[in-house]
T-cell receptor, first 115, second 109 residues
């Protein structure tokens, strides 16, 4: 089956630093990737949708200059949290799909803790 | 938003069937209904998806109402490993997938 690998699985960083999270589709080409954020005991909140080779589409209320998304190839998308602050601590999850009407495949998430 | 409505929580006895409902009254005629489940501290796992006809796979069955405004995920024999939060979602007009609150399923031994 289709596999999405997300790295790192957890990261601790100091306030003011930047953190990059990678999302790779291992055995399929992901034309579209989605980035979600999940706070404890809450549902997944869509942050942005990225299509390979074009700029990401951010959801309302998500700062595009703070959460930089790059989808440079059909198998890799990255999310960079710039100048992280404690309120950015969350569980970040990526997902990918190859074709329209195909299911989403999710990574195992990245637990970000900003101290 | 592509909005779905599900009960917050449900319980089932082990080895009993479970019917998890979902309302999606704003779904368009060409959008697939997707179901995922999530264990704590993990990414969601694909369960099943369908368009109009009922669908079966090794994990579950999906019964879709004739008007497509609701669907039901059926786990034929619940096991302890099926305890999770179950989400039904569909694609919005802008190609996005929005998650609702989901149903937290508790399986009682």
């Amino acid at each position: 089956g289709a596999v999405v690998s997300q790295h790192p699985s957890w990261v601790i960083c100091k306030s003011g630093t930047s953190v990059k999270i990678e999302c790779r589709s291992l055995d399929f080409q992901a034309t579209t990737m989605f980035w979600y954020r999940q706070f404890p005991k809450q549902s997944l909140m869509l942050m942005a949708t990225s299509n390979e080779g074009s700029k990401a589409t951010y959801e309302q209320g998500v700062e595009k200059d703070k959460f930089l998304i790059n989808h440079a190839s059909l198998t890799l998308s990255t999310l960079t949290v710039t100048s992280a602050h404690p309120e950015d601590s969350s569980f970040y999850i990526c997902s990918a799909r190859d074709l329209n009407n195909s299911p989403l495949h999710f990574g195992n998430g990245t637990r970000l803790t900003v101290t | 938003d592509a909005k779905t409505t599900q009960p917050n929580s449900m319980e089932s006895n082990e080895e009993e069937p479970v019917h998890l409902p979902c309302n999606h009254s704003t779904i368009s005629g060409t959008d697939y209904i997707h179901w995922y489940r999530q264990l704590p501290s993990q990414g969601p796992e694909y369960v099943i998806h369908g368009l109009t006809s009922n669908v079966n796979n090794r994990m579950a069955s999906l019964a879709i109402a004739e008007d497509r405004k609701s669907s039901t995920l059926i786990l034929h024999r619940a096991t302890l490993r099926d305890a999770a939060v179950y989400y039904c979602i569909f694609q919005g007009t802008g190609n996005q997938f929005y998650f609702g609150t989901g149903t937290s399923l508790t399986v009682i031994p």
